[in-house]
């Protein structure tokens, strides 16, 4: 079993930054895929940036391209996400998920939110314009 737990969201402007993290715990986080996804009010849940879990594979969402980087450290059991340029349409619950398997994985299946096992409770971000 994997507990993951976000931090870091809050109220912030346009323009603006702010960091997530995702605490994970339970298991080997370095043998862990982990995407960040996000769901706006009335909305499904979008992927927006997930890492393979040696860190050689990022995907990216069109939208969040150049403002989003996301990152981890294995040695702290966190994945991160730096978003700059904030926009108010990123305005929403972010969630860390995670998925377990030594094999590289594919661009598309990280993108996809039935292919993880874990979940976190989410974090909301609140962009005002």
């Known amino acids: 079993q994997v507990q993951l737990v976000e931090s870091g969201g809050g109220l912030v402007q346009a323009g603006g930054s702010l960091r997530l993290s995702c605490a994970a715990s339970?298991?080997?986080?370095?043998?862990?895929?982990m995407g960040w996804f996000r769901q706006a009010p009335g909305k499904e849940r979008e992927s927006v940036a997930a890492i393979s879990w040696g860190g050689i594979t990022t995907v990216y969402a069109n939208s969040v391209k150049g403002r989003f980087t996301i990152s981890r450290d294995n040695a702290k059991n966190t994945v991160y996400l730096q978003m700059n340029s904030l926009e108010p349409e990123d305005t929403a619950v972010y969630y860390c998920a995670a998925k377990g398997t030594i094999r590289q994985p594919t661009a598309q299946a990280m993108g996809a939110e039935t292919w993880y096992d874990y979940w976190g409770q989410g974090t909301q971000v609140t962009v005002s314009s």
């Open positions: 339970g298991r080997t986080f370095d043998s862990f895929n």
